[in-house]
């Protein structure tokens, strides 16, 4: 986006962001619901939506929209890059110094959104939805949900109730500071703790989906626990990845070495071999000689594998030291934050 498209507008308090993939019996009425919640604001607003490849409708729609309100404003992109990509869109060409994403079908509600800013005013940086009674599928969609907010709170440190819920309050600075891959939206909450942002969390209303399909289903569990090791290792380790594959590579490293030098001198000072013990064994088992090597030197084997796979780690954690200088100076983008300067 460039950045002369947004220079042309005028800041906006507030921005809505919204991703639609054919929506088309819903948006004339979240046009309506939206502007009857958002007029009572004493905020300015804008409300950007995204048409992520609609084949409906939809486009068409919006383009009425935007063409009769200068605070409308409508995106379509070539095809379905899928939900993280329309809000990241969104995002980018967003003016508002808060902005909120929300979902097209109307299961979230507009008229939270003066809640979400209020609870925003008293210091946070983000103020999360949480659909307390949410209205979807209870063994497809809820019970996977409870587990999986579960397990990213747990592995991320950021307590949050609702990670899914699309509804949302961001301070922009927090946006502009976090990049999105895939389907990584529902991470935005974790990202923003990296940078140190203030977190709180409501109620929000939730309503099943009058109109249209839903466009997930339970293979999104998989993908989001996917993306949660992803996220896990950039929370962690993203500026020093020699200290995770290094530790590991040293481990097996030393391993190894303990294991070969155990055979070495089993081998140089007992002629008989060390391991005679666990071959005559084996013999008894099986009542032949025939082996095969991995049967006859198991040890041996598992020694050199940890000496490999060791070798591996560390040249990886090497490698992954190279790749984060390369992200980091080629974009001049330092390794911290900073709030305010006085
Ligand atoms: N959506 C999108 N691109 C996609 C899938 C979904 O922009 O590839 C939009 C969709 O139009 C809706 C929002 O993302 O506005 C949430 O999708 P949906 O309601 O299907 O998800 P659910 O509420 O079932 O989790
Ligand atoms: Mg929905």
Redesign the pocket.
Known sequence: MSNSQKNDREKVDLSIV??????EENLHDLYSRLTDALSKLKESYEIIF?D?GSTDLSFEILRKMAQTHTNIHAIRFRR?F??TA?MSAGFDYACGEVIVPM???L?NDPFDVERLLEKLDDGYDIVSGWRANRQ?GFFLRRIPSILANRLISWMTGVYLHDF?C?LKAYRREILENINLYGELHRFIPAFAKLIGARMAEIKVRHHP?ARG????GISRTIRVILDLITVKFLMSYSTRPIQIFGLFGLIFFLSGICICGYLSIGKLFFPAGVESGILSYLYAATGERGFSLIERMPMLILGVLLLFTGIQFITMGLIGELVIRTYHESQKKPIYVIRDII
């Open positions: 919204i991703p639609v993939f054919n929506e995204i992520d379905n899928g939900q329309a979902d097209a079908d299961q979807d899914g699309t989906r399909k839903s466009k997930y």
